[in-house]
């Protein structure tokens, strides 16, 4: 089993920078598809960042240019550097992973909180 802690949120300034990080433990050899989502309060949840493989990454539009995600997989470890942080990108990030044989994402981190003040 899987199960994934993330860390590194922080209370920021507008313009500064943050690195959440994404430990995964357990069984990996089934991920395939790991990703940074995030939810501020009353709002749905916002696909912030995934990767797939070595190299195929994509992001969402309110945060490409400024975020990027990354991988170690000799530390079991998932990244998401954050610069140029906006007031609009304090939420709760969660990391998630989903296994070849899932449909969707089936495996979420508790979270951990971003807050930019302006």
């Known amino acids: 089993q899987v199960h994934l802690v993330e860390s590194g949120g922080a209370s920021v300034q507008a313009g500064g920078s943050l690195k959440l990080s994404c430990v995964v433990a357990?069984?990996?050899?089934?991920?395939?598809?790991m990703g940074w989502f995030r939810q501020a309060p009353g709002k749905e949840r916002e696909g912030v960042a995934v990767i797939a493989g070595d190299s195929y990454v994509e992001y969402g539009d309110s945060v490409k240019g400024r975020f990027a995600i990354s991988r170690d997989n000799a530390r079991n470890s998932l990244y998401l550097q954050m610069n140029s942080l906006k007031p609009e990108d304090t939420a709760m990030y969660h990391c998630a992973a989903r296994e070849v044989w899932a449909s969707t994402y089936n495996i979420w981190g508790q979270g951990t909180q971003v807050t930019v003040s302006s």
């Open positions: 357990g069984v990996t050899r089934d991920v395939h598809i």
